[in-house]
């Protein structure tokens, strides 16, 4: 890596370039200095993270729908193993982070939605009924880039007792890192094989682009939402 932008492929270098405002703006968000330096309230962090179960929730329901929507054993595979990690293990960052602040696993599930987690969440499911895997994959990679991205760069504001440790290390650690180059090679693949080498002289380029960008912008309001709670 020859800069600070992460190396999750080719089609994330091409997307992230063509909608750089709505990406600074994701990554760069208050809640990301907040988180970043520690200043963010316990209070906004806690209303993050039970929406962001719900989000998990219905981000997993659209890795399922890749399943149904992928078009070679490859494709399957790796969207029915995203699932199972989903659900079996990310979610117990925010179940245990939850419960210490005494709101239990069938409390989260049946949180009511903000309307931001309602229009992220049935946008990227939408992307899938509507479109093909590609246009469903395009609306899911900004949640696995942005965040790979955000903890690397948090990576070097943990001090000794930071509030927010835990979640920085995940998205910091090697293993959530994998997962984006994982992300990346499956979103290169798909591309590759439905609109060949050249993706932006394909007519569909605008459309994907498009996908990818409103997805970025969702994520930004998604943290908005989390800098709401006790306003
Ligand atoms: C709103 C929101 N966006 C992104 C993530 C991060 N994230 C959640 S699951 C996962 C793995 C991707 O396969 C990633 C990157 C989040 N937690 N919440």
Redesign the pocket.
Known sequence: MTSDIPDYGKTFALMREGCVEQWQAYIQHDFVKGLADGSLPEEAFIHYMVQ?YV??IH?ARA?ALGVVKAESSEEMRLCAA?VDS?INQ?LSLHVETCAAQGIDESSLFNAKEELETIA?TRYVLDSGLQGDFLDLILALAP??F???EVGMRLKGSLYDGHPYEKWIKI?AGEE?QN??VE?GRLVDLAIATRVGDNPTASPRWNKMQERFTKATEL?AN?WTMGLRAGK
């Open positions: 962001d989000y998990l981000y890795w995203t989903l990310e992220y949640c696995a942005g965040y790979g998205y959530f997962v984006c992300v994520e998604f």
